[in-house]
């Protein structure tokens, strides 16, 4: 992780100044992805308030993935020499002010173009932000830093995903866009304070940053984390649909149970930083059977609520893990560049966020909800069969 690194005075407060700087990017992780996917728990209110179907809100999700996915390498590429400090704060107002045209929404399309400018600055902060807490914490603790950030993941789907999904039964979802905004604002204030400037990365042209796409392998891990982002939210995109649909949960409890699925990933995310180093492709591989397991098994006992409890506690783990384990397996595949690296694995999870988000739509329309589980759990399952290939690939590299 060479790109970036902490100044020697930087590294004088260790551990105690590392740790608070870590802290402070998972802080911004936080607010940053319950910007991205609060939006899978206010669907249903949203599109019944736009007066358009659940899947057509859906694409909000696919709009914002793809988004990520065409313009995050590109935008990571030319700003990857600016000043960390700097360009996190820029990114943090980027959000608050798109989050309150989210808010002041009139109809889908205006709500749209809200989703679209968060969606360009969070891959440039996820590529960063990764790469910088890697370098803080040094090669030894690289995989656990990273974790840490990743941390925000887990703290959004504990706190921010349910509590924006409780919050909309009080405010309204664009009350929840509001809240979102006003935390964006304080969490750019807070990095302009508290966060030590570290040492600017050195620049590095386009072109040798993209010498990393010459490599089979890496490549190979890129195609592997849109497999696995594709089969993780073919069904999450919808859970709080399936929660209330076929689980026959009340609209005003559906939060509680998206709180549990994000407790638990809590485990996961420090299961995947634990183990993810040793083995990326091996835990990866353990990560979608247990994903498909998962998965395959919430829907079909949906209508046993403790039995529903029991499964979505193993969804939440092994959902949660993943994210962890794709960036730090896609980062370690590159020989450079690992801003970069991290950018290219944001976007191609990206991708697969949005493929998820229309295959699982056009899995409820023709088939239904109870179908999506075994769709979801197949793509897991591909995921898992394109391992041994690729594994195949990095000894051959």
Known sequence: MSSTSSSPADRADAPAGRGLSILLLAISAFVIVTTEFVIVGLLPSLARDLD??????????????????????????????????????????????????????????????????????????????????????GPDRAGKAVSNVYLGIAGAMVLGIPLGTLATGVIG???????????????????????????????????????ILKSPFFLANLALSVVVFTAMFTAYTYLADLLERLAGIPSDQV???????????????????????????????????????AIAATVSVADHPLLLAIAIVFWGIANTALYPICQVRVMQ???????????????????????????GGAVIERFGMVSLGMVAAAIALLAAVAIPFIRRLGRQA
């Open 52 to 137: 358009v179907s659940i899947s057509t809100a859906g694409q909000l999700v696919t709009l914002f993935a793809f988004t990520v996915m065409l313009f995050g390498p590109i935008l990571t590429s030319l700003v990857s020499h600016f000043d960390r400090k700097r360009l996190f704060v820029a990114i943090l107002v980027l959000f608050a002010a798109a989050n309150t045209l989210a808010a002041l929404s009139s109809n889908l399309w205006v709500l749209a173009i809200a989703r679209i400018i968060p969606a360009l600055a969070l891959p440039v902060f996820w590529g960063t932000a990764s790469e910088t807490a890697a370098s803080i914490a």
């Open 173 to 211: 979802w664009r009350g929840t866009f509001f809240a979102l905004a006003l935390l964006s604002l304080l969490m750019a204030v807070l990095l302009q304070i508290v966060m030590p400037t570290l040492e600017r990365p050195s620049r590095l042209r386009l072109k040798e940053q993209a010498s």
């Open 333 to 359: 595949a590159a020989t450079h560049a690992q801003a970069l690296a991290g950018t290219l694995n944001v976007s191609m999870a990206n991708a697969g966020i949005g493929l998820g988000a229309i295959i």
């Open 255 to 293: 939060g509680w149970w998206l709180m549990g699925f994000g407790v638990t990933g809590l485990f996961g995310n420090w299961l995947g930083g634990q183990f993810v180093e040793r083995a990326p492709l091996r835990v990866t591989f353990i990560g979608v059977v247990a994903l498909a397991i």
